[in-house]
Each structure stands twice: as structure tokens, then as C-alpha cells.
T-cell receptor, first 118, second 118 residues
Framework: AQSVTQLDSQVPVFEEAPVELRCNYSSSVSVYLFWYVQYPNQGLQLLLKYLSGSTLVKGINGFEAEFNKSQTSFHLRKPSVHISDTAEYFCAVSDPNAGGTSYGKLTFGQGTILTVHP | GAVVSQHPSWVICKSGTSVKIECRSLDFQATTMFWYRQFPKQSLMLMATSNEGSKATYEQGVEKDKFLINHASLTLSTLTVTSAHPEDSSFYIC??????????????FGPGTRLTVL
């Protein structure tokens, strides 16, 4: 079974500082990896995804993530954050080899609340 | 991006009553919808997967007779919590995709429904 661990439940940073949100997964097989963002009172929105190819993935709003297979990690980074990046961020995995109705099912981490202070 | 709505956004009910939550895809046809539950400070847990016109597939440990899912059209799925009890209080989130079986498609998430059972 797959599992996802987001190592930090809360990350406070100052505006324009860099940030890294950590995500580790456990899986003995290949995986698809995702980062979602949830703004207050809104649904989850896809930030970026890794399916195959380049291990450095660029997403929306200036975020990027790097897939590290040896460390089973998919950390999310942004070089300079804005107040508007304040939100909760979720890492998720999916099994590309799952069949039938299991294909596309997502397993989520616990979420990391990013708070950007002025 | 595609929009998914949920109604109601929050509901309070008495123990023993049933509550229906609607999930609608507003601008696309959702062949598959997923229902998640999120307890405070925990990750989203998949409850069930529903494909339009067929019975939902429930995750292990989820009572299908308690959480009734109907996906009668390509734009609407409903989750009915029957005989709700305080332990059913949670945040219920749906997602929808227009993906076909065996094809990985992005899930679009609704804003969630907060259920409180007194």
C-alpha cells in the first residue's frame, strides 16, 4: 500500500523568502506524484504533477518540485513567496499500474499549512 | 479550469437523521467522481469511487449502506449519510474527472461540505 508523509504540518515564512514543503512517499513500485493547493473555502487545485521524464517539474504560480527516487521524495519549492501563497498544500501519489477502478486513485498526505507573513 | 460545486457548503443535523450532499460538475461531463472525507488535521481519505450509471466502489472499511452514493448523470453525484451520528461529523469533499477507464485524468475538486452531527 502507498502512503505519503508531509513532514511539516505548518510552515511560517516571511514574504519574498524561499520555501520548501517536504513530501516523502512509501511505495515499492513506480508512482505518479502530485501537489495540490487549497485556498480557504475553495477546492483543491492542482499545482503540478510528475508522471515521467524530467525529475524537475514546474507548476503554476512559480512553484516547482523535484522527484528523487532514491530518497522517495517530492519536495515542493518556491524561490520567493507572496502573501497570496498562504494556503494549505497537499502532496499525493497514485499508482500507474493500478487496474480498473483503482486507476487514478489518489493517496494524500496530511497537508502543510503555509503562512506567509509580511 | 473545470469547476466542481458542492451543496450545501455546511450542514448541521440531529443524530439519527439523514443528510444528502450534492456534487456537480458545472462545465464538463464527469464520468468518474470520487468522494473523500477529511477529519481535522488529517489527510483526505478516499471513501468511494463512482462511475456514471453504475454502482459505486467503496474503499475498505467504508459502510456502503451508511454512505449511499448515486451518480445518476454525468454532472451530478450525491452522497447520503444515513442515520448520521456525531462520529460522522467531518469535511466531505468530492472530485470529478472526465477520464475514461485506464486513462489518467486530472481530478477537479469541489470546495467541500462541513457536516456536524449533534
Amino acid at each position: 500500500a502507498q502512503s505519503v508523509t508531509q513532514l511539516d504540518s505548518q510552515v511560517p515564512v516571511f514574504e519574498e523568502a524561499p520555501v520548501e514543503l517536504r513530501c516523502n512517499y512509501s511505495s515499492s513500485v513506480s508512482v505518479y506524484l502530485f501537489w495540490y493547493v487549497q485556498y480557504p473555502n475553495q477546492g483543491l487545485q492542482l499545482l503540478l504533477k510528475y508522471l515521467s521524464g524530467s525529475t524537475l517539474v514546474k507548476g503554476i504560480n512559480g512553484f516547482e518540485a523535484e522527484f528523487n527516487k532514491s530518497q522517495t521524495s517530492f519536495h515542493l519549492r518556491k524561490p520567493s513567496v507572496h502573501i497570496s501563497d498562504t494556503a494549505e498544500y497537499f502532496c499525493a501519489v497514485s499508482d500507474p499500474n493500478a487496474g480498473g477502478t483503482s486507476y487514478g486513485k489518489l493517496t494524500f498526505g496530511q497537508g502543510t499549512i503555509l503562512t506567509v507573513h509580511p | 479550469g473545470a469547476v466542481v460545486s458542492q451543496h450545501p457548503s455546511w450542514v448541521i443535523c440531529k443524530s439519527g437523521t439523514s443528510v444528502k450532499i450534492e456534487c456537480r460538475s458545472l462545465d464538463f461531463q464527469a464520468t468518474t467522481m470520487f468522494w473523500y472525507r477529511q477529519f481535522p488535521k488529517q489527510s483526505l481519505m478516499l471513501m468511494a469511487t463512482s462511475n456514471e450509471g453504475s454502482k459505486a466502489t467503496y474503499e475498505q472499511g467504508v459502510e456502503k449502506d451508511k454512505f449511499l452514493i448515486n451518480h445518476a448523470s454525468l454532472t451530478l453525484s450525491t452522497l447520503t449519510v444515513t442515520s448520521a451520528h456525531p462520529e460522522d461529523s467531518s469535511f466531505y469533499i468530492c472530485s470529478a474527472t472526465n477520464g475514461l477507464a485506464g486513462v489518467l485524468s486530472e481530478q477537479f475538486f469541489g470546495p467541500g461540505t462541513r457536516l456536524t452531527v449533534l
